[in-house]
T-cell receptor, first 113, second 114 residues
Framework: AQSVSQHNHHVILSEAASLELGCNYS??????LFWYVQYPGQHLQLLLK??????LVKGIKGFEAEFIKSKFSFNLRKPSVQWSDTAEYFC???????????FGKGTRLHILP | NAGVMQNPRHLVRRRGQEARLRCSPM?????VYWYRQLPEEGLKFMVY????????ESGMPKERFSAEFPKEGPSILRIQQVVRGDSAAYFC????????????FGEGSWLTVV
């Protein structure tokens, strides 16, 4: 069964700092990978996804993620964060042979103005 | 095109009562997922359904919890004889073949058991 690990539970940054949130998954087969964001009091929204092709995926709001197959990783990055990026970020994975999508425990990002 | 609709948004139940949470998927979506979110625990998969069919319920507690997605009407997550530990946010998501494996979430239903 697949699982997802997000290393950082809480991250605090100042505006304009660079961001990298770690995500590792465990599954031996081909996977689809996702990052979702949950702003305070709101539902989860898709930031970006990787199904195949270019391992560097660009999403909304300046976010990107890189799939490194050899490391089973799909880290989320943003070169310069804004106060409005304060939210909880969830990495998710599903095996391409399975419709079930498994989420990590989330990383709470707090941006200081 | 309306997104995934969940109701009620907030529900308060006394211990021992029943809770029913409803989810209407996005128009044209035939697959529904239910997730439970507890503080500090992230999103836990509960169940995955198609119309009239439970595909995967490996995340559902063995007792008191059930889910359905009838041919007509919304998907329903039913919790019988609620206990304080059932207090959580319950999120529904939907997808279809065209969206591939991308799922779209509703705004959640917050259950509080007193």
């Amino acid at each position: 069964a697949q699982s997802v690990s997000q290393h950082n539970h809480h991250v605090i940054l100042s505006e304009a700092a660079s961001l990298e949130l770690g995500c590792n998954y465990s599954y031996g087969g081909t996977v689809n990978l996702f990052w979702y964001v949950q702003y305070p009091g709101q539902h989860l929204q898709l930031l970006l996804k990787y199904f195949s092709g270019d391992p560097l995926v660009k999403g909304i709001k300046g976010f990107e993620a890189e799939f490194i197959k050899s490391k089973f990783s799909f880290n989320l990055r943003k070169p310069s964060v804004q106060w409005s990026d304060t939210a909880e970020y969830f990495c998710a994975v599903n095996a391409q042979t399975d419709d079930k999508i498994i989420f990590g425990k989330g990383t709470r990002l707090h941006i200081l103005p | 095109n309306a997104g995934v609709m969940q109701n009620p948004r907030h529900l308060v139940r006394r211990r021992g009562q029943e809770a029913r949470l409803r989810c209407s998927p996005m128009k044209g979506h035939s697959h529904v997922y239910w997730y439970r979110q507890l503080p500090e625990e992230g999103l836990k998969f509960m169940v995955y359904l198609q119309k009239e069919n439970i595909i995967d319920e490996s995340g559902m507690p063995k007792e008191r919890f059930s889910a359905e997605f009838p041919k007509e009407g919304p998907s329903i997550l039913r919790i019988q004889q609620v206990v304080r530990g059932d207090s959580a946010a319950y999120f529904c998501a939907s997808s279809d073949v065209r969206s591939g494996n991308t799922i779209y979430f509703g705004e959640g239903s917050w259950l509080t058991v007193v």
